[in-house]
Structure formats: structure tokens, C-alpha cells
């Protein structure tokens, strides 16, 4: 006679049991996973530290004057303005001791190349980027309504500070700017 071992009501509720604790365990594990990854993935270096602190070189040859070349440099946008006569004049004329940033357009460009101006593309007081003006007549913020002059110094609106002017330097050759150097 054959007996056979048939699986008894008990038996079958442990391992149901058993199958149910471990699949918990894995939900849990999981969780416990997808919770902590973040906290030790903000504990590696950041774009600083990677790399993106590199300094970049920007070609001015064939920009004309009037015109705006956009970069991107350590994730921030930088503007490179192209100045015309008429632009340096209003920027170096008027008085500058008045404005809400009081600076002097020669704080703000190299003197061996006025008509370039490199200031980086947000507006100090909500970090909008501001829209050049008809007419070569500077910049204006589109949510509050700063306005900027062709060195990039407020004049009017929210803001209190100017366009900020990152660290640059003209390459001997005066049509490559390095954007994040003292010295090209």
C-alpha cells in the first residue's frame, strides 16, 4: 500500500505564511532603498566637483555689433553683448553715483574691450532672464519690470543689484573671451 503525503490545511497556511513574510520583507528592503538613495546620492561630489567649474572659451568672431551670444558656463547663462558706439557712449555718460548699484561702466567691462560686456543673464532680484530692449537701449526683466542699462546696471524696478559680471579674460587674440578665468 502506497501512503501518500498529502500537505495538511496547517502546513499549507505556514508556507503561505512564510511566502507572505518574505515578499514583506522584500516590499520593505525596497522601500527602505528608494528612501535612503537620495540622502547617499547628495553625499558624491556635485558639477563643481565633476568638471563643470572648467573655464569656457567663446568665440566673438562674426558677432556683430549689437548682438548677444548666450552661453552656458557652471549651469548659469552668461551673456556676451556686443556693444555698439552709441551703446558705450550712454553706458559711460550720465551719472552712475545716482543709480540704485552705483558702478561705473569701466567696473563692469575690460578696458582694452569696451564694446564687449559679459554679465550673467539673471535679474538679481527674482532670477528672470531679462529680455534685450528695442532699439540697443540695455535689458528689462518680464515678471517685475527691472531695467538694466548697456552696462548692465539696474536703473529702475525691483532689483538692487546689477547684472552679475562672472570672471573673464580676452585671449591675446581679442575674439575668444574665457568665461571663469583671470587670465586667458
Known sequence: MVVENKPSDDDIQEQRRNCLCKLTKFAAAAGVTAAVWPLISSLGPDETARGENEPIDVSLAGVA????VRRLWQGKLILIHHRTPEEIAAARTGAHSALI???????????????????QGYCPHAGCVPNARPGGQGWVCPCHGS?????????RGPATANLAVPEYAFHPDGLTVRIGAKDA
Open 147 to 155: 531695467e538694466f542699462d548697456t552696462s548692465g546696471r539696474v536703473t
Open 101 to 119: 548699484d552705483p558702478q561705473s561702466d569701466s567696473e563692469r567691462v575690460t578696458p582694452d574691450h569696451p564694446q564687449w560686456l559679459v554679465v
Open 65 to 68: 555689433a549689437g548682438q548677444t
